[in-house]
């Protein structure tokens, strides 16, 4: 079984762009959540989706927001790309049973 | 400000030694989990402990839970130079929809061979 799957790996924006990060959960897992990592810190939750539902929203500004698709694939969508928003962003799916997985991350670098 | 705190910040052993980091919470939880990160990369699930229990294995880690301080204990025992990396403990707190974690800052271990 493939694990969590997220895309772009690696990614360079300018600032005020626009930027769309994805991910596919583990087959069977219908919730995602989203994170995002700065430098030197630990993750801080952004968004949780379950059943294409938001069931959860972090401290982040409205520029943030994301998705969830009927395959319960979602998307992170940020605007107005500041520099602050450089980051590793982590998704992670998770069932009831079976806990969370976390995917390997996106690099966005906003210069 | 995040729910987890780690301590130390950044532990440095030689292999062969044990590795003990520790983490401290603020409110109840469901369960308290350690991960793993190796620069900056994903997280690597490590183990996980419910509020109900007090001490978990898993190989060499030995994980230890105490609810009355808020507080858990990662041990890595018999360290080796791959087991460097940065570890977090999250926090799946009661109040929290599932998926949200509430992690620390991180140790960052270095083993030396």
């Known amino acids: 079984d493939a694990g969590v799957t997220q895309s772009p790996t690696h990614l360079i924006k300018t600032r005020g762009q626009h930027v769309t990060l994805r991910c596919s959960p583990i087959s069977g897992h219908k919730s995602v959540s989203w994170y995002q990592q700065v430098l030197g810190q630990g993750p801080q939750f952004i968004f949780q989706y379950y059943e294409k539902e938001e069931r959860g929203r972090g401290n982040f500004p409205d520029r943030f927001s994301a998705r969830q698709f009927p395959n319960y694939s979602s998307e992170l969508n940020v605007n107005a790309l500041l520099l602050g928003d450089s980051a590793l962003y982590l998704c992670?799916?998770?069932?009831?049973?079976?806990?969370?997985?976390f995917g390997s991350g996106t690099r966005l670098t906003v210069v | 400000s995040q729910q987890g705190e780690e301590d130390p910040q950044a532990l440095s052993i030689q292999e062969g030694e044990n590795a003990t980091m520790n983490c401290s919470y603020k409110?109840?939880?469901?369960?308290l989990q350690w991960y793993r990160q190796n620069s900056g990369r994903g997280l690597v699930h490590l183990i996980l402990i419910r509020s109900n229990e007090r001490e978990k294995h898993s190989g060499r880690l030995r994980v230890t839970l105490d609810t009355s301080k808020k507080s858990s204990s990662l041990l890595i025992t018999a360290s080796r130079a791959a087991d460097t990396a940065s570890y977090f403990c999250a926090t799946d707190s009661v109040s929290s929809t599932l998926g949200r974690l509430y992690f620390g800052r991180g140790t960052q271990l270095t083993v030396w061979p």
């Open positions: 409110t109840s939880i469901n369960n």
């Open positions: 992670a799916s998770s069932h009831p049973n079976y806990g969370y997985t």
